[in-house]
């Protein structure tokens, strides 16, 4: 999802961002969720952290006594792009902080991002999808909760991650497309070399995100 965003135009997603009021207000209180939520895991405030994420993740995606079938990315989409269930003994610790502030970010805000989910951007959908999948996956989420209370090495990857997207949300804020544009160029830099793998993916994705949608939806 990054590499399709930053091989596109910066402009773009620099409007989008800065000249949408509502946007500004959700992107605020996705810097909020990360920071409130980054403070619980160094603190290793398991009871709070986890109340909060499981709380939000019944908000958008309904818990044990609330089933729905998942409309986007299931376990068969993912495999085909090589992102299927991998055996826990394999699997590197990871929050997956990013996702879990994003859940927080709507249930804060009292967004169900599934009500608007047809007039949405097609890396709306992916983000989404894999949002979904991780909090629907309670293996997966499990995992990404107790990595976060305690794995160190993740504290140190999601801190940088966590001052990131303070500096993207006060840029954002103070309405620079200036330093919005020399933050996109300098990480599209970074992904230069996987553009086209990464569009080609992306778009593939989508595509099968778009037919399950249209499908739940009657169209």
Not at 45 to 62: H, P, Q, S
Not at 66 to 74: A, G
Not at 183 to 195: C, E, G, M
Request: with cysteine; net charge neutral; proline share 4%.
């Amino acid at each position: 999802m990054a590499i399709r965003i930053y091989g596109s135009k910066w402009h773009v997603y620099a409007g989008l961002a800065i000249l949408n009021p509502f946007a500004k207000a959700q992107i605020q209180q996705y810097v909020q969720s990360v920071s409130e939520l980054y403070k619980l895991m160094i603190t290793r405030n398991r009871d709070a952290f986890r109340t909060r994420i499981l709380e939000a993740g019944k908000f958008v995606f309904g818990g044990p006594d609330r089933y729905r079938e998942p409309i986007l990315l299931t376990d068969q989409i993912m495999e085909q792009f090589s992102l299927g269930s991998i055996p826990p003994k394999e699997r590197k610790g990871n929050s997956h902080l990013s996702l879990l502030a994003m859940v927080d970010c709507w249930h804060r805000m009292g967004i169900n991002p599934f009500d608007h989910l047809i007039c949405q951007t097609p890396p709306f959908r992916l983000w989404l999808g894999i949002t979904e999948y991780c909090f629907k996956n309670c293996e997966i989420l499990e995992e990404s909760m107790e990595a976060a209370l305690t794995d160190q090495d993740i504290h140190v990857e999601d801190l940088s991650f966590y001052t990131a997207a303070l500096g993207w949300a006060q840029c954002i804020q103070l309405g620079s497309f200036e330093g919005y544009n020399l933050r996109f160029q300098d990480t599209a830099d970074f992904f230069q070399s996987r553009f086209d793998e990464g569009k080609r993916n992306s778009t593939a994705m989508i595509n099968l995100i778009t037919k399950k949608t249209a499908k739940v939806h009657g169209a």
